[in-house]
């Protein structure tokens, strides 16, 4: 498929991160940080006892990666980790958003591994020497293969399996955590993973889908009262990704079509969370896949949150299907990067502004991801990203006339600190601000991280 390559005329003059000097971007207390996950990054798939996920399993699988490509070495991150925590600190990032192996800190039987737990407790600790918030993610997807086994997220077991995970690892890193986030995008892990089969376990079921999702949705509302009893002075939360869905026309079925785009990616996961019901209008999407839920699931499932974490990529343009859905219709001519997701601010904004409407209870948000691919190379030593730098900046202002809008948003992660493990993309695709080169493990600042560092520089002088 070809699409728009970025034309670097737009919007690069005035420098990435200049914001207003009213923009709420200045304020010290808007935190300003970089995310990775653990399986895109560590490698070291052997070591210390860590035992098999689900994606070393499905990476292993002809087909299923581009390339080939697996998880076993990626950024060599857990060898590597201290020149990678030095990079955060020269870039001058404030936060860090990391996620925890399961399959490194507990062994089959639920005990617990000492040195996994090690691993992560060296690492907060680091991070918290050099002054950065800590942001850890229990579950970004690298569930341990002998619970797939199992069954995996079909099986309401590994509900409890996750409290058991969530309560061992709130009582060993216990203040050393400022927030913590039960689940990554359950959408990814419920539809990509269990309804389409494009991210492990490569399961393809639409009742398999919403199924995952309960127990998903269930497993992170059993984990709250937990981390709240073992760590109460940090912040719980969840990471949901959104989509942005317009309508190619104006017609009453093409907009339709939009609404249920967004129910199917959004309200599907804030729902339950934020309104304790599932939205019915997923079931007319969906004939007959509707959940087995048990008594006083729901309630379990909308604990109250302390913040909520937005990913965002891009929007979609959907049309009707002629009967209860929507197809996309790939818009001509629009910006798009080398994932082929287009290039859409407006979303991002339109989407925080809606949910603080939607919902009375919408907790503080953090945009826990926000970033783009590109086919960045070193030339002579430099990495110019001059569509990513674009990007950031029209991401940023676009949180920033929400929060001008009246929504509580306390934070921006870029995703991601450095190039890494794309899932089902390999490496091919480089969503870093820091380049990777995987032959050798060099790590290269690529422009729009020195244009980040100097903008939080000056922030610095300035509060
Ligand atoms: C999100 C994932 C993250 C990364 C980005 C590009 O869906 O949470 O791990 O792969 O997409």
């Given at each position: 498929m070809a699409y728009d390559t970025f034309a670097p005329s737009q919007d690069l003059n005035s420098g990435p991160f200049s914001p207003a000097a009213d923009s709420a971007l200045w304020r010290k207390q808007f935190l300003l940080g970089a995310a990775t996950a653990s399986y895109q990054i560590e490698?070291?798939?052997?070591?210390?006892g860590r035992l098999p996920s689900i994606w070393d399993t499905f990476s292993a699988?002809?087909?299923?990666?581009l390339a080939g490509d697996t998880g076993a070495v990626a950024c060599d991150h857990y060898h590597r980790w201290e020149g990678d925590f030095d990079l955060l600190t020269a870039l001058n990032f404030e936060a860090y958003r990391l996620s925890i192996a399961w399959p490194r800190v507990m062994d089959e039987a639920g005990r617990p591994n000492q040195k996994g737990l090690d691993f992560y407790k060296r690492l907060l600790a680091r991070l918290k020497e050099k002054g950065l918030k800590t942001f850890v993610t229990l579950y970004h997807w690298d569930l341990p293969q002998h619970l797939e086994d199992r069954g995996?997220?079909?099986?309401?077991?590994t509900v409890y399996r996750f409290a058991d995970y969530a309560d061992l690892m709130s009582r060993e890193l216990a203040g050393q955590v400022d927030a913590w986030m039960t689940l990554n995008e359950p959408w990814c892990s419920a539809y990509l993973g269990y309804g389409n089969g494009h991210h492990a376990p490569g399961l393809a079921n639409g009742r398999f889908a919403t199924q995952a999702m309960h127990h998903l949705l269930l497993a992170h509302g059993s984990a709250i009262p937990v981390l709240r009893a073992n760590d109460p002075a940090s912040q719980k939360g969840i990471v949901a990704n959104v989509g942005r869905g317009t309508a190619n026309s104006a017609s009453a079925e093409d907009q339709r079509a939009a609404h249920l785009f967004e129910v199917q990616h959004n309200a599907w996961i804030l729902d339950p969370l934020l309104k304790g019901a599932y939205p019915e209008d997923l079931f007319e999407l969906w004939p007959g896949t509707e959940p087995l839920v048990l008594d006083g699931d729901l309630k379990t499932i909308a604990a109250p949150l302390d913040f909520l974490g937005i990913n965002y990529y891009f929007r979609t343009n959907v049309e009707s299907d002629g009967g209860h859905g929507f197809t996309e219709v790939p818009l001509e001519g629009v910006e798009r990067t080398q994932m082929g997701w287009e290039v859409h601010p407006d979303g991002l904004r339109d989407l925080l502004i809606g949910f603080d409407k939607t919902y009375s209870n919408l907790p503080p948000i953090y945009i826990t991801e926000n970033g783009m691919a590109s086919d960045d190379k070193v030339v002579e030593g430099h990495v110019d990203d001059p569509q990513r730098i674009s990007f950031l900046k029209r991401h940023l202002a676009a949180v920033d006339s929400a929060i001008k809008a009246g929504v509580d948003i306390r934070g921006y992660f870029v995703w991601s600190l450095m190039d890494n493990?794309?899932?089902?993309?390999?490496?091919?695709?480089r969503f870093g601000v820091v380049h990777v080169d995987y032959e050798t493990q060099k790590r290269t600042v690529k422009r729009s991280a020195e244009l980040i560092a100097k903008f939080l520089a000056e922030r610095r002088l300035r509060n």
């Amino acid at each position: 498929m070809a699409y728009d390559t970025f034309a670097p005329s737009q919007d690069l003059n005035s420098g990435p991160f200049s914001p207003a000097a009213d923009s709420a971007l200045w304020r010290k207390q808007f935190l300003l940080g970089a995310a990775t996950a653990s399986y895109q990054i560590e490698g070291a798939v052997h070591e210390d006892g860590r035992l098999p996920s689900i994606w070393d399993t499905f990476s292993a699988i002809p087909g299923k990666v581009l390339a080939g490509d697996t998880g076993a070495v990626a950024c060599d991150h857990y060898h590597r980790w201290e020149g990678d925590f030095d990079l955060l600190t020269a870039l001058n990032f404030e936060a860090y958003r990391l996620s925890i192996a399961w399959p490194r800190v507990m062994d089959e039987a639920g005990r617990p591994n000492q040195k996994g737990l090690d691993f992560y407790k060296r690492l907060l600790a680091r991070l918290k020497e050099k002054g950065l918030k800590t942001f850890v993610t229990l579950y970004h997807w690298d569930l341990p293969q002998h619970l797939e086994d199992r069954g995996g997220w079909l099986n309401r077991d590994t509900v409890y399996r996750f409290a058991d995970y969530a309560d061992l690892m709130s009582r060993e890193l216990a203040g050393q955590v400022d927030a913590w986030m039960t689940l990554n995008e359950p959408w990814c892990s419920a539809y990509l993973g269990y309804g389409n089969g494009h991210h492990a376990p490569g399961l393809a079921n639409g009742r398999f889908a919403t199924q995952a999702m309960h127990h998903l949705l269930l497993a992170h509302g059993s984990a709250i009262p937990v981390l709240r009893a073992n760590d109460p002075a940090s912040q719980k939360g969840i990471v949901a990704n959104v989509g942005r869905g317009t309508a190619n026309s104006a017609s009453a079925e093409d907009q339709r079509a939009a609404h249920l785009f967004e129910v199917q990616h959004n309200a599907w996961i804030l729902d339950p969370l934020l309104k304790g019901a599932y939205p019915e209008d997923l079931f007319e999407l969906w004939p007959g896949t509707e959940p087995l839920v048990l008594d006083g699931d729901l309630k379990t499932i909308a604990a109250p949150l302390d913040f909520l974490g937005i990913n965002y990529y891009f929007r979609t343009n959907v049309e009707s299907d002629g009967g209860h859905g929507f197809t996309e219709v790939p818009l001509e001519g629009v910006e798009r990067t080398q994932m082929g997701w287009e290039v859409h601010p407006d979303g991002l904004r339109d989407l925080l502004i809606g949910f603080d409407k939607t919902y009375s209870n919408l907790p503080p948000i953090y945009i826990t991801e926000n970033g783009m691919a590109s086919d960045d190379k070193v030339v002579e030593g430099h990495v110019d990203d001059p569509q990513r730098i674009s990007f950031l900046k029209r991401h940023l202002a676009a949180v920033d006339s929400a929060i001008k809008a009246g929504v509580d948003i306390r934070g921006y992660f870029v995703w991601s600190l450095m190039d890494n493990f794309e899932w089902a993309f390999g490496y091919e695709r480089r969503f870093g601000v820091v380049h990777v080169d995987y032959e050798t493990q060099k790590r290269t600042v690529k422009r729009s991280a020195e244009l980040i560092a100097k903008f939080l520089a000056e922030r610095r002088l300035r509060n």
